[in-house]
């Protein structure tokens, strides 16, 4: 999520908040390492259709779980 600027905390806060899968954990760390959609799906052996599924998935949860804790900050939309 480009509109966040991820830190550690804040990573480990909203894994553990929105109960993330190993496959929405690792797009994650990629994500928010500035990787692109390709280079994901090429080192998670994944289509791009799938990485782009799992971030939207990840949208969805971070917007769910963003209220409950104030580490986490509102996502520009």
Aim: charged content about 30%; hydrophobic content about 40%; glycine content about 2%.
């Amino acid at each position: 999520m480009k509109d966040i600027q991820w830190n550690k905390i804040m990573l480990r806060e909203f894994e553990s908040l929105a109960c993330l899968s190993e496959e929405e954990i690792a797009v994650l760390h990629e994500w928010a390492h500035g990787k692109s959609v390709a280079y994901t799906a090429m080192k998670l052996h994944m289509g791009d259709t799938k990485v782009k599924d799992i971030r939207k998935t990840l949208r969805e949860k971070y917007d769910a779980v963003q209220i409950y804790t104030p580490l986490l900050p509102k996502r520009v939309q």
